[in-house]
């Protein structure tokens, strides 16, 4: 079934399949056109559709492209263990299969530290074709002009280290597989995605509440916190782009603490950066593609001015 058809025809999306070094196939959507390239990496357990509206304000500006993780959606299942350095090659991998000038990547949540990952083996590639006796620059591929984190998961939030978090992190798993099989997990994740209009919501929602996806969430939800300590002892080398962290910050009397604590470690990880700009989200809570997409897409564009 084609998702693209049902879509707004205004965006001109476009679907893509796109194979990896081993040769799984990613699904990927785009919309738009242009030597720019913005790529956008969903959270843990959210496909190429849950970008659908900040896709759709990039598109008129640059190529937008979103894809499913391995396992969600139309991409392919990985028997590999998904864990940070992983994800980070299938993203490498997408962003030299669309030809550009300049990139921004885009990532939201756990796809905060993947698209540092990313960025820090792009900028490795790059300075290794550039080095005397390395090889020519890749036709294909061109500059890094940026990051944009949206609420990601930092490793300077303790809350990810502590006791709690793997609790749930243990309980969590084997839920989602059986949520999945008993036909439980969709309306979970609908109502999850209530923020997602529609067109977007009902196919996004869809092509995460599959078996294959909920393994594809329980083999990443594995890492997580063994990927944010990576990060904590190994900062990504990704210092020569500007950075641009989004926090959000609407939170109800139960949760303000865990969003106070959650900005704060993105407030952290901005300073430390030597190009960084910490921007607060004021009408998002965690979720700001979907109630602030013009914000990504405006943060996204001032990288390419």
Known sequence: MSIASHLPDHAQWREHTVATGDGRRLHAVSSGAGPDLVVLEAG????????????????????AVAYDRAGYGASDPDARPRD????????????ESFPHERLVLIGHSWGGPVVRMAAARLLARTAHRRAPGGAEPAARTGTLAGLV??????????????????????????????SARLGLLRPLLRQHAAALPEPYC????????TVAAADAMRAENRHVVRGLRYLQLHPSSHDAVPLTILSGRLAGR????????????????????????????????????????????????????
């Open 84 to 95: 940070l350095a992983r994800l980070a090659d299938d993203l490498v991998g997408l962003c």
């Open 44 to 63: 843990l357990g959210a496909g190429a559709l849950s970008w659908g509206p900040v896709i759709e304000r990039l598109a008129p500006h640059a190529l």
């Open 149 to 178: 984190l949206v609420d990601p998961s930092d490793e300077h939030a303790d809350l990810y280290f502590s006791r709690a978090m793997q609790l749930q992190a243990m309980v969590q798993g084997p839920l989602l597989s059986a």
């Open 254 to 305: 139960l949760d303000r603490a865990v969003r106070d604590g959650l900005s704060a470690a993105h407030a952290v990880s901005a300073r430390a950066h030597p190009a960084g700009r910490f921007v607060e989200a004021h009408r998002s809570g965690h979720l700001v593609p979907f109630t602030e997409p013009e914000l990504v897409a405006r943060e996204a564009l001032a990288l390419l001015r």
């Open 202 to 209: 009902s196919p996004a929602v869809e092509a995460v509440s």
